[in-house]
Structure formats: structure tokens, C-alpha cells
């Protein structure tokens, strides 16, 4: 007789994803959350993990938020999705509270439903009001699976779905004399993730995006930074950039605006540019974009992520971490650990892909959930809820310390 969690298991492979019960089946790493509260979530028949991936930041403020929970709740006695036609108080309110945060000038705010969407809208933008077609990208990069989103990204996402839309050219990440030989004057827009997380949480060197934003303007094409994963406070800083001294033309935001709980992203733009969709207010439609329930979860979010004391929470978990996992490095040498990022978006690079994978077996078995970058599978993301206590966080170090014998055993 099979139990209520093999049942599901089977309707979802009969019905949504066949592929990805075989990969999880394949590797003995199948989780099926029920449970989840905080920094952990529970598969339906009991084991409990802590969440250290966040589905890439949308957990920032840990699962089921009380705070956001109670907003929601709140708006739904009179809110619903709203008419995306009509002036909104809950997307207006959201705009104005977003544009304070941000450096002068990036004040339009145009909202989406997922960070594709935002993407898609970005390169939009940039053509429109620049009039030129070209879009540059980092190799190994990744903005989304729509669109020109997925145009931006690496062959082998896209190769299955030629022809893909023309204009886009990829030039390796932190490399000034390559972006400098390929931005010219047709140069529609760079766009580059502020630390790009597939890529294997690769942190910008010191002066390169700012020199990214001086070739753009010297081209008079923009910059478009996506903040999908590093915004929000999970870099230490309410937007990832504000680390990098560079002020882009646009931002996209998405996963963590959500507060995991109801979906919103946004494309936040330069007032300079304001024109363009002035001039064509119905050339970009999204029926559900900037739901009125998802921008009050959104201004929720906002509220908590920019006060000084949760930045600074997240800084010392930093610290936290940093210190116990180099310590940990030292003391497993054979892994050959190293330890990069911002805030608490690391990546924990291994001596090569099997210890990696294996490693993301034990630590499962163990009680905690990783993925793997994408783009460089060496590379566990390392990416906690940020709002965890230190007694959670000394949880997690002694799982990764338990996981780390095995594997060295
Ligand atoms: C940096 C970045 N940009 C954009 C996206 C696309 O967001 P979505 O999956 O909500 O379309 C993702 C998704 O993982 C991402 O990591």
C-alpha cells in the first residue's frame, strides 16, 4: 500500500515534472516539504531540514513570516489582485517606499509578477527608450527562463528553443577589457546580476562594475544591475550594488519581494527615461503584475529588510559563518574548501564537482537543504534565511562539521 507521500510523489511525476522525481529519485534526495516555519521546513513525513538555499532569496525573511502573514491577511478583508488598467494606493504606496531606498533618480517603478518578467522588461526598456538593439550579458550568467531573459543566458538553456531573439552577445564576468572592447555605441544595455549566484556566487572585483557603468555611459547605453537574489538585505545592504559603489539605470527585483508569500517582482527605472512609457502607457501589460495583495507582502518586506538592526544582523551572521567554515576548511583540508560572497549569499567552492554533489547528499541526509550553482557545480550556494538566530545558525555549523567527517571518513 503506498503511503500518502509515495501518492503524491507519483501524481506530480504522472502530472507536473517526471524528470526532476527521476533526478531526485536518481540521487536518494527526494523532499517533499510540508511543514515550514522559519529557517526550516518539514517533508510530509517528518524529517526537518533547515533551508539553506531559499529558493535563491525568496526565504529571506524566513517561511511563513508572521509579520507578512498578518499584512496579507489584513489586506485580503478588502484587497484582491486589483485591475493593473487602474491607479492602485498598495502600488503606488510600494513605488514611493522602493524609489526612498534607492540612489536619486531611480524612482519608476513598473511591476511584474516573476523576475523573468522584470528581465523581460528591462531589455524592453533599454530598446525602446535607447533605440539601439544590442544587449551584452555575462557567460554563465542567468536572469530567467523567459524571453529575452533566457536570450541573455548560456547555450544550454536556449539551444532547444531556436531561434532565440538576435542582439545578444555574452563577455566574461569581472573582465573590464573585454566588456570595454564589446560596448559600443549600438550598445542597447549591459545587464549583469550584482554577485551572479548560477555562475557560482562570483563576487564583483573592487572597481569593476563602477568601470562597467562608466563604459556604458561613455556609449550611452545603460546598466541594468538584476537584484533578483542580492537585494533585499541578503548581501548586508538593502541592494547588493550599494556594495559596489556604481549607480545603474535600472534594477530588477523579484524572489525576496515576494516575502514567500505572495508573488511580485519589479523593473525600477531612471526618471531621466520616464518618457518613453509616458509617451506609450500601454505598450507593456501585466494583468497580474503588482497584485495590490502582493505589493502590501512587498512594503512588509521593505519595512523589515531596511532597518539597521536586521542589516547588521545579517553582517555579524556573516562574520559568523565566515569564521566557523574557514576554520572548518582548515580543518578538512582534503575537501579543499573555499569560502566566497556577501552578506549571506555565499558560495562554498569545492576541489571539484563529486565532492560537491556528494557533499549535498550528506548534508541532506543531515538535515539541510543546498543546491549546487548551476553554471559551476563545484559550488554549493550557501544562501541561509537571514532573520536565524546565532543558536540556528551554530545548528547549521555543527551539521556542516558532522557532514564534513563523513565525507572525509
Ligand atoms: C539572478 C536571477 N535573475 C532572475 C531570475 C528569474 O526569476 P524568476 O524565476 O522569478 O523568473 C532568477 C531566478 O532564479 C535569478 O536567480
Redesign the pocket.
Known amino acids: 500500500m503506498d503511503s500518502d507521500r509515495d501518492k503524491i510523489i507519483k501524481t506530480y511525476a504522472d502530472h507536473v515534472y517526471p524528470g526532476k522525481v527521476e533526478f531526485y529519485q536518481k540521487y536518494d534526495i527526494v523532499l517533499v516539504p510540508e511543514k515550514r516555519e522559519g529557517c526550516k521546513i518539514s517533508d510530509i513525513y517528518g524529517k526537518t531540514f533547515y533551508n539553506c538555499h531559499c529558493n ?1 532569496g525568496v526565504f529571506n525573511l524566513g517561511h511563513r513570516n508572521k509579520e507578512i502573514i498578518s499584512a496579507v491577511t489584513r489586506a485580503m478583508e478588502t484587497y484582491d489582485i486589483g485591475n493593473h488598467h487602474l491607479i492602485s494606493k498598495p502600488k503606488a504606496d510600494l513605488a514611493k517606499m522602493i524609489a526612498a531606498t534607492l540612489p536619486e533618480g531611480l524612482n519608476q517603478v513598473v511591476y511584474g509578477v ?4 522584470a ?1 523581460d522588461l528591462s531589455i524592453k526598456l533599454a530598446r525602446g527608450i535607447t533605440r539601439k538593439k544590442n544587449i551584452i550579458s555575462a557567460k554563465g550568467g ?5 524571453g529575452f ?1 533566457l536570450a541573455t543566458g548560456d547555450k544550454k538553456f536556449k539551444e532547444k528553443f531556436k531561434p532565440v531573439p538576435k542582439g545578444f552577445k555574452q563577455i566574461r564576468f569581472n573582465r573590464v577589457e573585454e566588456i570595454k572592447k564589446a560596448v559600443c555605441p549600438d550598445t542597447a544595455a549591459v545587464i549583469l ?1 550584482t554577485i551572479p ?2 555562475m557560482g556566487i562570483v563576487t564583483p572585483d573592487k572597481h569593476y562594475l563602477k568601470a562597467v557603468q562608466e563604459i556604458c555611459r561613455e556609449n550611452k547605453s545603460l546598466l541594468i544591475l ?1 537584484e ?2 542580492t537585494g533585499f538585505g541578503r548581501t548586508g545592504k538593502l541592494w547588493g550594488f550599494e556594495n559596489y559603489d556604481v549607480t545603474p539605470d535600472m534594477v ?1 527585483l ?2 525576496g519581494m515576494s516575502g514567500g508569500i505572495y508573488p511580485v ?1 519589479a523593473t525600477v527605472y531612471n526618471e531621466k527615461y520616464k518618457n518613453f512609457l509616458k509617451e506609450n502607457p500601454f505598450l507593456h501589460i501585466s494583468t497580474y503584475g503588482g497584485s495590490e495583495i502582493g505589493c502590501i507582502a512587498a512594503m512588509k518586506v521593505m519595512e523589515i529588510s531596511q532597518k539597521k538592526q536586521f542589516l547588521d544582523h545579517v553582517l555579524s551572521l556573516e562574520k559568523f559563518f565566515k569564521q566557523r567554515l574557514e576554520l572548518l576548511g582548515a580543518a578538512y583540508p582534503d575537501l579543499g574548501l573555499k569560502v566566497r560572497g556577501k552578506g549571506l549569499m555565499m558560495g562554498l567552492e569545492f576541489k571539484d564537482e563529486m565532492t560537491s554533489l556528494f557533499l549535498i547528499k550528506i548534508l541532506f541526509d543531515n538535515g539541510i537543504y543546498v543546491v549546487y550553482s548551476g553554471n559551476d557545480p563545484k559550488v554549493i550556494q550557501f544562501l541561509p534565511v537571514l532573520n536565524m538566530s546565532k543558536i540556528e545558525a551554530n545548528d547549521i555549523l555543527s551539521i556542516i562539521e558532522t557532514s564534513f567527517k563523513t565525507m572525509s571518513g
Open positions: 535563491g516573476s523576475g523573468g518578467e528581465i542567468y536572469h530567467g527562463h523567459t531573459a546580476e549566484a548560477t538584476d533578483v537574489q530588477v523579484g524572489k517582482s
